[in-house]
């Protein structure tokens, strides 16, 4: 498995890269709590593999030497920053790669990955092309630094998440619209913080849809 540098530390980082000759978008890819980055790998990684994009996974659990993580870990202001500062060293690595227009990112989070993906894409200095967030929100930290120039963004989330609240989703809808900042809101009936495989598809379909159009 490739892997790159984080403040010292060796970062595993699964990838599908594009195979088709010259430079091509790519999609970063941030797992959730659990670290389930094999699971949400191979599920996208055949839709974007059509669309000859390239898929990046970093394990940014490998910046804290963490398995998973609980509320207390994430909200103890050191592994949330952490893990940005490994997430930045991968956007690096990626616009780095041979086969990618540094110009073409995009990123796509699963619940505390959506968090991480919202809160780094509200950067001023960050470049992306748009923003994939599944079953997250935006830390409250974040939403004062969101601009009109913050990338477009696709919001999914199940109506009876009791894990993450759907009026986070709701909220964050409502912040873009007044921002005037593109964005596409997809709420699951029925569906909570996890999805079952025909909700997955309908994910996994609007995001490829999404993308392709942003990226």
């Known amino acids: ?13 699964d990838q599908q890269e594009p195979t088709a000759a010259g430079r091509h978008p790519a999609i970063l890819l941030l797992h959730g709590s659990g670290g389930n980055v094999s699971f949400w790998f191979s599920r996208i ?7 000859n994009l390239g898929l990046y996974a970093a394990h940014y659990f490998d910046r804290t030497s963490t398995a998973r993580a609980d509320l207390k ?8 920053p952490a893990w940005q500062s490994a997430i ?13 227009d540094p110009d073409r990112i995009a990123l796509l989070g699963i619940s505390l990955g959506g968090f991480l993906a919202l809160s780094y894409a509200a950067n001023a200095e960050a470049r ?3 923003v994939v967030e599944i079953s997250a929100g935006t ?3 974040s939403i004062a630094a969101v601009r ?6 696709l919001i999914v989330h199940g109506n009876q998440d009791t894990v993450v609240p759907v009026s986070m989703a709701y909220q964050l809808k409502e912040l873009f619209a007044r921002q ?4 596409q809101a997809m709420i699951l009936p029925g569906h909570g913080h996890w999805f079952d495989p025909p909700a997955q598809l309908q994910i996994l379909t609007a995001t490829a849809g999404f993308l392709a159009t942003h990226l």
């Open 1 to 13: 498995m490739a892997s790159y540098s984080s403040g010292g530390m060796p970062i595993r980082i």
């Open 45 to 51: 990684a055949p839709q974007l593999a059509r669309l």
């Open 73 to 80: 870990t994430i909200l103890d202001g050191y592994h949330f």
């Open 88 to 100: 930045g060293d991968a956007i690096a690595y990626v616009r780095s790669r041979p086969f990618v």
């Open 128 to 130: 992306f092309r748009a």
């Open 139 to 141: 830390p409250e930290d």
């Open 148 to 153: 009109p120039n913050f990338p477009p963004t």
């Open 180 to 183: 005037h900042i593109p964005h």
